[in-house]
């Protein structure tokens, strides 16, 4: 299995469907702040959905059309990113985040998303990647800002989550734009 560190006690690596007892356990610590924004969360409420969940995206990634990536925090799993969304031949992607309070606030979720910026835009030679939030999601947008996206807009009452319909904010970055920022960090 690959590893890329992203801090000197941090590392990205493929979230996989016999790592589910360890996602599952995680969820459930991030369940609190998760539940309010992330939809598939939801979907893990036991290690049955768990399990569907971790196969959903392992079914994505043989079919080249999503990926899911965790973060290890001095081996413990604090959260994770992917590709909700991806679709080579249009060239978009979109990328998604989450994290319990033990992942917060070393700059893990940012690194994350640079290097699947990167692995989409500059190895895959995709055109266009996006960034889906609630716009009452500040910790989201404030990411989605600092890897250099720009807000597009707002798709009023967007989705059902938790009862209610949500409103969706859309950021994205063009290839030539991460390019043109990329060797910043």
Not at 24 to 51: E, P, T, Y
Not at 59 to 87: E, K, N, S
């Amino acid at each position: 299995m690959f590893a890329i560190e992203i801090s000197d006690d941090a590392e990205l690596r493929p979230l996989e469907v016999w790592q589910v007892d360890e996602f599952f356990a995680h969820i459930q610590r991030a369940r609190k702040q998760v539940d309010r924004w992330i939809r598939f969360a939801a979907g893990a409420s036991d290690l049955n959905g768990a399990r569907d969940t971790l196969q959903r995206y392992a079914d994505r990634q043989a079919a080249d059309t999503g990926r899911l990536f965790g973060i290890w925090h001095q081996h413990v799993l604090v959260g994770g990113c992917m590709y909700p969304h991806f679709d080579a031949q249009s060239g978009n992607c979109e990328i998604g985040v989450w994290t319990e309070p033990a992942g917060q606030g070393h700059g893990f979720v940012t690194t994350a998303v640079r290097i699947l910026l990167d692995h989409a835009l500059i190895e895959r030679g995709l055109a266009r990647a996006e960034w889906h939030c609630d716009p009452r999601n500040e910790r989201s947008a404030a990411v989605a800002k600092r890897v250099g996206m720009t807000a597009e807009g707002i798709l009023r009452s967007s989705y059902l989550h938790n009862g209610e319909r949500q409103d969706m904010q859309v950021w994205a970055i063009l290839q030539d734009e991460w390019a043109a920022i990329r060797d910043e960090w």
